[in-house]
């Protein structure tokens, strides 16, 4: 799956900008706090007009504080799958508890230098882990390739039965850094930059697909 996310698209274009990758498999959207990252973009207001002109299912990645109280809301408005950082709450399986209840997909995020083995027994409370291979806060940083390790590690989990999530990777995907991450077993590779950075956004989603697809008839 590719989800192109709209954190490196024209803000005051989005509904366009979400034409422009037709075809992707989720949308992926970046909720920033300005606490739990120092920037900040959009909010469950933003969630809900993007509701109303896409069918691809919205992928909101909330980088933010306090995920107990501010994640079940997304869930409730009709976003597919609801993700938060491990880094963020104390309780991880309450908050995944509370935006399974309310609809939605839960995730779990980790920072690239946040171990994964802490997280694994209780992976099972959850549909999505999202591994961040850059510093979560903007868009067009470069790939850190160490931490496809934890990706490989749950991989194997979901490959003997011991585990059902999608292995989701965010930060620094393109043509190149691809590669690397589908032979590590990842499912859904998000990409910014790399999507709407080119003439043809939707091409772009179709030629990472390729890529994800060729690797895994190689292997
Ligand atoms: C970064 C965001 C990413 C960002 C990725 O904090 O979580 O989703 O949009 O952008 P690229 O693909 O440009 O690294
Ligand atoms: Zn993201």
Redesign the pocket.
């Known amino acids: 799956m590719i989800a192109p ?1 709209i ?2 698209a024209d803000f005051a274009h989005l509904a366009e900008e979400v034409d422009a990758v037709a075809g992707a498999d989720w949308l ?1 959207v ?1 909720v920033m706090d300005n606490h739990f ?1 120092p920037n900040l973009t959009l909010g469950l207001p933003v969630v809900q007009s993007l509701l109303k002109v896409t069918d691809i299912p919205l992928d909101c ?1 909330l ?1 933010i504080e306090d995920p107990a109280r501010w994640a079940p809301p997304y869930a409730e408005a009709g976003a597919y799958n609801v993700t938060f950082h491990a880094e963020a709450t104390d309780d991880p399986v309450a908050v995944a508890r509370d935006i399974r209840a309310a609809g939605a997909k839960a995730g779990l995020s980790v920072k690239p230098n946040t171990p994964i083995e802490p997280y694994l027994e209780i992976l099972r409370n959850f549909d999505t882990l999202l591994v ?1 291979s ?1 510093e ?6 470069s790939f850190i390739a160490h931490v496809l390790d934890k990706a490989r590690i749950v991989r194997n989990l979901v490959d003997a039965g011991e585990l059902r999530l999608v292995v989701e990777i ?4 393109n043509m190149d850094t691809i590669e690397q991450a589908a032979e590590a077993g990842v499912d859904c590779f ?5 999507v709407y950075g080119t003439e043809d956004p939707s091409a772009t989603v179709a030629k990472l697909r390729d890529r994800v697809v060729a690797v895994e008839a190689a292997n």
């Open positions: 996310s954190l490196s992926h970046d990252v990645h980088m961040m850059v979560p806060g903007f868009g067009g940083q965010d930060g620094g995907i998000v990409a910014g930059s790399a």
